[in-house]
């Protein structure tokens, strides 16, 4: 990983990489479709976010480039966690913007955040829909999209969401 990673890992506490994270951050690297299924507390969140934070440092935006990571999460809780983990993670990288669009939260806040460049966007499927409807945010830059707890969203019903959301981003 990038030293600057590396950096606020240490900082972090991190000194060994979870069984999760040995196997899927040098395939993620690689720059493999990957799908991971681990226990809670396994070190999934880094797992998938430390290979996307690598790219980035590695390989900077372009001046107009907005959301190049989108994480979809089945709820604003997961949503939070992963927003604060990536800020953690990318807390020595210069300039990364971290952006999180939830229900349940009010618009104004969201939408404010979503007027500047965001260079990760983590939402939940309900929510990014109401923002893509409306303009506010475009996704045909994302380098990576990561649906943590994919299953979770699937039985929640948002399956034309994600196809939708997919939809809007790279091929």
């Known amino acids: 990983l990038a030293p600057v990673l590396l950096g606020a890992l240490d900082k972090a506490g991190f000194t060994q990489p979870t069984e999760v994270q040995a196997k899927a951050i040098p395939a993620a690297l690689e720059g493999k479709d990957l799908i991971v299924s681990a226990q809670t507390g396994s070190g999934k969140t880094a797992a998938f976010t430390l290979p996307a934070l690598h790219h980035m440092a590695t390989t900077p935006a372009t001046k107009q480039q907005s959301v190049r990571l989108l994480v979809l999460t089945p709820t604003r809780e997961l949503a939070m966690q992963v927003a604060e983990a990536t800020k953690q993670y990318s807390a020595d990288m210069r300039g990364i913007r971290v952006a999180t669009v939830v229900g349940?939260?009010?618009?104004?806040?969201?939408?404010?955040?979503?007027?500047?460049?965001?260079?990760?966007?983590?939402?939940?499927?309900?929510?990014?829909?109401?923002?893509?409807?409306?303009?506010?945010?475009?996704?045909?830059?994302?380098?990576?999209?990561?649906?943590?707890?994919a299953d979770r969203m699937l039985d929640m019903g948002f399956l034309d969401d994600m196809k939708d959301i997919v939809a809007h981003t790279p091929d």
């Open 104 to 149: 349940g939260m009010p618009y104004g806040p969201q939408i404010n955040a979503l007027k500047r460049r965001v260079d990760v966007l983590v939402a939940t499927p309900g929510r990014l829909i109401d923002h893509l409807n409306a303009g506010r945010v475009d996704l045909s830059n994302i380098e990576t999209l990561v649906l943590d707890e």
